[in-house]
Nanobody, 123 residues
Framework: VQLQAYGGGLVQPGGSLTLSCAVS????????MGWFRQAPGKEREFVGA???????KITDPVKGRFTISRDSAKSTVTLRMNSLEPEDTAVYYC??????????????????WGQGTLVTVSS
C-alpha cells in the first residue's frame, strides 16, 4: 500500500487549502485514514481521522475549521482546511491503520505513511 499526500502550499491567514491523500495498492475503505502534522521544532500531532466504517474525528484545536472526507471511487481522503492560522503551519502527513477506533490519535498505530506535504500560513 502506498500513500501520496498533496495539496500543500503557501496561504495567507484566513485562507483555505485542501489536502488529499491518494491510496494505491489497496482499498481506502479497508483502512482508517489519519492526518497528522508536524510543526518546526515540535512533535507530530494528530489532526483528524476517517474510519473505515465512516466515523470521523477532528482534534479540538482545529474543530470547526477542518473537515475530513473520503472519496472511495477516487481512493482518496481529503482534509479541507478553512480559516487557516499561522499556527497551522506544518508538514502534514497522511497515514493508514487498521487499529481500533479508540486508538486512531496514536501515531504509532499507523502502518503506512505518505511523504508529507508542507502547509505554510503566512502573510
Amino acid at each position: 500500500v502506498q500513500l501520496q499526500a498533496y495539496g500543500g502550499g503557501l496561504v495567507q491567514p484566513g485562507g483555505s487549502l485542501t489536502l488529499s491523500c491518494a491510496v494505491s495498492g489497496g482499498s481506502v475503505r479497508r483502512y482508517t485514514m489519519g492526518w497528522f502534522r508536524q510543526a518546526p521544532g515540535k512533535e507530530r500531532e494528530f489532526v483528524g481521522a476517517f474510519g473505515w466504517s465512516g466515523n470521523t474525528k477532528i482534534t479540538d484545536p482545529v474543530k470547526g475549521r477542518f473537515t475530513i472526507s473520503r472519496d472511495s471511487a477516487k481512493s482518496t481522503v481529503t482534509l479541507r482546511m478553512n480559516s487557516l492560522e499561522p499556527e497551522d503551519t506544518a508538514v502534514y502527513y497522511c497515514g493508514a491503520t487498521t487499529t481500533v477506533w479508540g486508538r486512531v490519535t496514536e501515531e504509532t498505530v499507523y502502518i503506512y505513511w505518505g511523504q508529507g506535504t508542507l502547509v505554510t500560513v503566512s502573510s
